[in-house]
Every structure is written in structure tokens, then in C-alpha cells.
């Protein structure tokens, strides 16, 4: 299976700094990389596909990048809606794995 | 709008078989792939696997063994099957729709409907 490794697990931050969440592949995935929020008790909803490309609806202030075995995502200027969890998913090769996760908290 | 509903009993007792329905509202099961996934109690996201509505399959290996799942059409619903369940299935287990074509985008996802095994 390819292990998806996401830094760092926890994050502080306040409303309006900007941040940047690592996932690192144990091999190479190409961009087939997508990010999830997952916002306490609710589902996970898809945020970005193919490593950079921004889901409908999904505000311009989230970007992704990266390809190979490093990506990243990053939100500009973050929001109070923000604070959640983001999740790492490979799509290359089934078992489709996630990372950890990184629990973004308000400072 | 594309929905998915998760059903099913809350509690399974330790070696039996768990059993799930996720119902598809806006969209035909006939016109994706459709996944299951789970996550532990503040723990991360396990893919369960995936099914197609002529009844391809994709198992993570890690479950293979033990999972079974099916679509039906006329109901617009799929299905989960997981036997010989044990502490460490307790989990909430979600359905959602691989939006993608040749990728996996997993969206939208149900609610999730949280499995507790114990007798």
C-alpha cells in the first residue's frame, strides 16, 4: 500500500495568517492527490483533485500543489469556517490511502 | 442535487456480520462508482472499497476477506457487508460517490452512520 504522511498533525493559527499543510507519498503518485475538510461531526467534503485543481464551490483562497511524493495545501488568509480537518488521499493505486490528517485549531 | 443516506443498526455484536445501505438521492448508481469508507472514533480514514453497478469490485486487502458488497439498481441503493466483525470495526462508516473518471474523487459523502460491535 502507499502510506500518505501528513505535517504537521496539529496546527494553531489565527484568522486571516496564512498556512501550509505537507502530505508526503511513500512513492511516486504522479498529481493524483486530492485534500479533504472534515469539520467535527460532519463528513469530509472534497476541497481540491489532481493536486491543484479547486472543487466547485470551494473558495479561491485554498490551493494545492505538488507532484511525485511532496504536495502541499495551503490557505491564504484563513477564515473562522476554516478551522477543521484536512485529510491527503492518493487516487493513483487502490487501496486509495489517506493521511493522517491535521487538525487546524484556532490560536 | 446528488444525496447519499447511510442505514443500518448501530449495534453489531462481536462475530457477526454488519450490514449497511447507503441510498443514492440525484443521480443514478448506474453512473459512477460507489465507495465505502471508514474512520474510527477520532481516529483517521480507512477506503473500504468500491463498486460498480455491474457488479465490479475494488476491496481494500486489508478487508477483502471479510467484505461483500452489492448495488441495487431498482432501489438506487449499494450495500456493505463486513463478517466476523470485532472491537476494531466500531467506526463510522460513510458511502460516497467517486465523482471522477479514471481518478478517485470521492464527493459528496453521506452523513456517516456510527457502527458500535459489542455484545
Known amino acids: 500500500d502507499i502510506q500518505m504522511t501528513q505535517s504537521p498533525s496539529s496546527l494553531s493559527a489565527s484568522v486571516g495568517d496564512r498556512v501550509t499543510i505537507t502530505c508526503r507519498a511513500s512513492q511516486s503518485i504522479s498529481s493524483y492527490l486530492n485534500w479533504y475538510q472534515q469539520k467535527s461531526g460532519q463528513a469530509p467534503k472534497l476541497l481540491i483533485y489532481?493536486?491543484?485543481s479547486l472543487h466547485s464551490g470551494v473558495p479561491s483562497r485554498f490551493s494545492g500543489s505538488g507532484s511525485g511524493t511532496d504536495f502541499t495545501l495551503t490557505i491564504s488568509s484563513l477564515q473562522p469556517e476554516d478551522f477543521a480537518t484536512y485529510y491527503c488521499?492518493?487516487?493513483?493505486?487502490?487501496?486509495?490511502?489517506f493521511g493522517q490528517g491535521t487538525k487546524l485549531e484556532i490560536k | 442535487q446528488v444525496q447519499l443516506q447511510e442505514s443500518g443498526p448501530g449495534l453489531v455484536k462481536p462475530s457477526e456480520t454488519l450490514s449497511l445501505t447507503c441510498t443514492v438521492s440525484?443521480?443514478?448508481?448506474?453512473?459512477?462508482?460507489w465507495n465505502w469508507i471508514r474512520q474510527p472514533p477520532g481516529k483517521g480514514l480507512e477506503w473500504i472499497g468500491n463498486?460498480?453497478?455491474?457488479?465490479?469490485?475494488n476491496y481494500n486487502p486489508s478487508l477483502k476477506s471479510r467484505v461483500t458488497f452489492s448495488v441495487d439498481t431498482s432501489k438506487n441503493q449499494f450495500s456493505l457487508s463486513l463478517s466476523s466483525v470485532s472491537a476494531a470495526d466500531t467506526a463510522v462508516y460513510y458511502c460516497?460517490?467517486?465523482?471522477?473518471?479514471?481518478?478517485?474523487?470521492?464527493?459528496?459523502w453521506g452523513q456517516g452512520i456510527l457502527v458500535t460491535v459489542s455484545s
Open positions: 463498486i460498480y453497478y455491474t457488479g465490479s469490485t
Open positions: 488521499q492518493q487516487s493513483y493505486r487502490a487501496p486509495y490511502t
Open positions: 489532481i493536486a491543484s
Open positions: 460516497a460517490r467517486d465523482l471522477g473518471t479514471g481518478i478517485v474523487l470521492l464527493d459528496p
Open positions: 440525484g443521480v443514478s448508481v448506474t453512473e459512477h462508482y
